[in-house]
């Protein structure tokens, strides 16, 4: 691949992403805060299932999910989620977790709760962790998880877990993205193939006016399966959540990546990258 861009005179490098090292060779399973249960979460912990079997026979350590979600099981989450009727009324998280432990033999957590501040502004207990995916519908959620992971990386930078890559999955009825930030500034090796580039925004950051008018929109839970796909479509979660996870993925497997993200229109079936700059 050609990574040199000429233009009249000039030459431009490719600019990339290189991975931190401690995702490429951990002494122990990653640690991944997976924020949401519902449509995309329910289908992102599965993708993760299979992640962390992957990497462990490729002779790593894995991955240790925790999923926080506060929502029981409705009819309403039936057919679009990854539920069962059998599992009506109980929390999303335990029933998940329960699923995936008993299935693969892991020792994945659930946290029946939201990902929030307590009364005292104090963050989470069992926040800290080197990957967070959110997979949330709340705009409020995107800017609280904005401000504990910061919060936690100047308060614990350094030591095992410390935040370093935040992915969020977001979508409408048709369309949605998938956007990968850095927490903080992650260190780059020298390239003279490539411009590395250590710090990716925050959505908060980049895409904050949108969120804020996003947040006008109707977010009273759906009462059926009906409903629920007159807000979003039946397929826009797992298309977001495979071409996320395999965002992902890549950086596992190739140390480094070009994009940072991705649109995706799932009605004319068009996707648009998001290179980083």
Same mark, same amino acid.
């Given at each position: =691949? ?19 090292? &401690? ?14 249960? /519902? $449509? ?8 993760? =299932?299979?992640?962390?079997?992957? !990497?462990?026979? %490729?002779?790593?350590? $894995?991955?240790? #999910? ?5 929502? #029981?099981?409705?009819?309403?989450? *039936? ?8 599992? %009506? /009324? ?36 069992? +926040?800290? +962790? ?15 998880? +904005?401000?504990? !992971? ?15 890559? @935040?992915?969020?999955? $977001?979508?409408?009825?048709?369309? /949605? ?8 500034? #992650? ?20 895409? /904050?006016? %949108? ?17 629920? *796909?007159?807000?979003?479509?039946? &397929? ?6 495979? =071409?996320?996870?395999?965002?992902? @993925? ?5 140390? =480094?990546?070009? &994009?940072?993200?991705?649109? *995706?229109? *799932? ?11």
């Amino acid at each position: =691949m050609n990574v040199e861009k000429t233009t009249g005179e000039k030459q431009y490098r490719t600019k990339v992403h290189f991975v931190d090292n &401690y995702l490429l060779s951990p002494t122990n399973p990653i640690t991944v805060n997976l924020i949401g249960a /519902g $449509g995309t979460g329910s289908k992102v912990l599965t993708a993760l =299932m299979e992640m962390n079997h992957s !990497l462990l026979e %490729l002779g790593h350590a $894995g991955l240790h #999910i925790r999923l926080w979600d506060n929502d #029981i099981i409705t009819d309403a989450n *039936l057919g679009r989620q990854r539920f069962f009727e059998s599992e %009506l /009324g109980l929390p999303k998280s335990v029933a998940l977790i329960n699923r995936v432990n008993r299935c693969t033999g892991t020792n994945w957590k659930a946290e029946n709760r939201k990902f929030e501040r307590n009364h005292f502004e104090e963050v989470p207990k069992n +926040a800290q +962790a080197t990957l967070t995916f959110t997979c949330v519908d709340n705009v409020q959620t995107r800017f609280e998880v +904005a401000d504990i !992971l910061r919060e936690l990386n100047s308060h614990n930078r350094g030591y095992r877990d410390t935040p370093k890559y @935040w992915l969020d999955f $977001g979508n409408n009825r048709y369309t /949605g993205q998938v956007i990968l930030s850095t927490v903080g500034e #992650i260190k780059q090796p020298d390239s003279e193939k490539y411009e590395p580039v250590g710090n990716l925004p925050f959505v908060t950051e980049e895409h /904050g006016d %949108l969120l804020r008018q996003s947040e006008l929109k109707d977010d009273t839970p759906s009462c059926s399966l009906a409903e629920a *796909l007159e807000k979003q479509d039946l &397929y826009i979660n797992s298309a977001l959540t495979q =071409m996320g996870c395999s965002l992902l @993925w890549g950086l596992f497997r190739n140390g =480094m990546t070009e &994009y940072r993200g991705f649109f *995706l229109n *799932l009605k004319n079936f068009r996707s648009q990258p998001i290179p980083v700059a």
